[in-house]
DNA sequence: CGAAACACGTGAGAC
DNA sequence: TGTCTCACGTGTTTC
């Protein structure tokens, strides 16, 4: 599957194919506005650009959502993403329905109950679960930038790199630290989390890539990754 | 936000009508072309204008959908379609969890025994998954579409939970992972992460939060991040 | 100002 | 032949 994709132009159906990141499609896609002003709407231009990148990785993001939606609903109807959402409330309704239906037949029998079989998740309220999750947020640290303390360190040794990261454990410093290791492509050998107290310590081992001359820029490729990585 | 439309000073009245159903569009949709070429190009377009109402149609449809989807997911995280189809997914599998666990529960009338089918670790408590890509399953329970041939294994030790993950080192599995830890708000005790090979195997360790009951329930809420997870 | 999310019109493919 | 569905680039709005 995939050859090459010379003159592709269009075609690239929503085909799940997967990897949207690894081969990643440079293809000619920028053909886009042969002539235009040429004033100074270069940076016009230019955030033009990102724009439709973005909206690109939007309607990507999208699918796959539609995707995954498909491979929980048993049985879809048609193809099209309005018959998907119909049959996913359907569905939904279906489950409520049968829920509501065992838990009655559940109650219901008084005599000998044995409904001990929860040891050790006693966890109060042993009655029903009913509405799932937490929904504890509402603050919930979120907000985005606010550089929470990074301090990087970086080891090259031959041909592989030791990064070693210490931050505050807020805003799940290693799902953004193994994104940025993600986008600049590093092959993982080994990694290390742990947290104390609020203080959290990551140590990862990469092959370093060989256009990493050095150790400085191999800490400022990171860097520049970490902030750009939205969390 | 106040209202658009301005009585588009007519000009050709032609059948619009618009009949939008849900709440106001405010678009002042009807100054399109100004005025063109009269010859022969008139049928052109009023087929696009067919179309482009169709179009307009079909959105509105769809959105239809997204609203009514909507009503029926308890807990929407935020705003967005994205959000909204993630957490229809991540919800679909909570009561399909739910489900199960009130059958087992059912099936079970008089055993005198107290055969704590919970302690036993069969009872699929520490399963493996191993599934690639739902669609081809067929069953009604367990449709969870773990990709690149993840098997995922789970423990859960009074407040902790051991999280135990080998799978194809494509990908980066260890961020999609992470991102999941992220999205589903666990605090991460202890990670670590070792490639041999072309595996790739990641423990971690992590706080349980009290609203999942077991492993199952732990498990399959990875595995239906997992699947949604774009990478 | 950028970034995110949406609706819109339009070209293209399927049947 | 139209009709249906989708992806795309773009304008606009919100924070």
Known sequence: MAIGNLLSESGNSDFENDDSSTINNVVNR????????DSST??????????????RKRREKLNHRFYALRSVVPYVSKMDKASLLGDAVTYINELKAKIKNLESKLIEPQKKHILMEQHDSH???????????????????????????MEIEVKIIGSEGVIRVQSMDMNYPCTRLM??????????????????????LQDIVI?????????????????????????
Chains 1, 2 share one sequence.
């Open 207 to 231: 092959r370093v890539p060989e256009e990493f001359l050095n150790e400085e820029m191999l800490k400022s490729a990171i860097i520049s990754k970490l902030s750009v990585i939205e969390n």
């Open 179 to 200: 994104n940025a290791m993600k986008e600049l492509k590093f092959q993982i050998y080994h990694a290390s989390i742990s947290s104390v107290k609020d203080l959290l």
């Open 123 to 149: 966890s109060a309220s042993s009655t029903i679960v009913t509405e799932q999750y937490g929904a504890n947020n509402k603050s919930l640290f979120s907000s985005n930038g606010a550089r929470n303390g």
């Open 30 to 37: 920028s053909i886009k506005r042969g002539k235009k002003g």
């Open 42 to 55: 270069i940076s016009r231009e230019m955030a033009m650009d990102v724009h439709v990148e973005a909206e």
